[in-house]
């Protein structure tokens, strides 16, 4: 009796991975976009609440034109008078640091912001200063 082994031919069992590349492309999705979802708020915690009468400060808003004119608020000013206008809304004493917000014009040279920083700065305040205009 004479058994014959059978020889493959140099075959090689390939596994297609495209559905499997598939499916863990849906997954990852899923995951990105439930993580997104998630409440990061999870944890319910009591937080101490400050009483109404804590004092803060509102901001002043100073803002320069392309022609160098300056206005607190809505109000034009005087730029020699920025600083005594700028003395009312900013008290040297208070315990609360006030800021001041510049919005300058995109074609305001920047001197004029600095200098308005600077007595700004030398009130007390903090500064930020911001630019709009035209692209």
Same mark, same amino acid.
């Given at each position: 009796?004479s058994? /014959?082994t059978?020889r493959? /031919?140099?075959?090689?069992s %390939?596994?297609?991975?495209?559905?499997l590349n598939?499916?863990? *492309?849906?997954?990852?999705? *899923? *995951? #990105?976009m439930?993580?997104?979802? +998630?409440?990061? &708020?999870v944890?319910k915690?009591?937080?101490p609440?400050?009483k109404?009468?804590? @004092?803060?400060k509102?901001?002043?808003?100073?803002? =320069?034109?392309? &022609?160098?004119?300056?206005?607190v608020?809505s @109000?034009?000013?005087?730029? %020699?008078s #920025?600083?005594?206008? #700028?003395? @009312?809304y900013?008290n040297e004493?208070? $315990?609360? @640091?006030?800021?001041?917000v510049? &919005?300058?014009?995109?074609?305001?040279q920047w001197?004029?912001?600095? /200098?308005?920083m600077? =007595?700004? /700065?030398k009130?007390?305040?903090?500064? $930020? +200063?911001?630019v709009?205009?035209?692209?």
């Amino acid at each position: 009796m004479s058994l /014959r082994t059978r020889r493959f /031919r140099d075959e090689h069992s %390939d596994v297609d991975t495209g559905p499997l590349n598939d499916i863990l *492309f849906i997954l990852l999705m *899923f *995951f #990105l976009m439930i993580s997104t979802l +998630a409440n990061p &708020n999870v944890i319910k915690m009591s937080v101490p609440r400050a009483k109404s009468d804590t @004092k803060q400060k509102q901001s002043v808003v100073v803002s =320069v034109d392309k &022609n160098k004119q300056i206005y607190v608020g809505s @109000k034009k000013i005087i730029p %020699d008078s #920025l600083e005594s206008i #700028l003395r @009312k809304y900013i008290n040297e004493g208070d $315990s609360v @640091k006030p800021a001041v917000v510049i &919005n300058a014009d995109s074609v305001t040279q920047w001197g004029e912001v600095v /200098r308005v920083m600077k =007595v700004a /700065r030398k009130l007390g305040a903090t500064t $930020s +200063a911001t630019v709009s205009g035209q692209d």
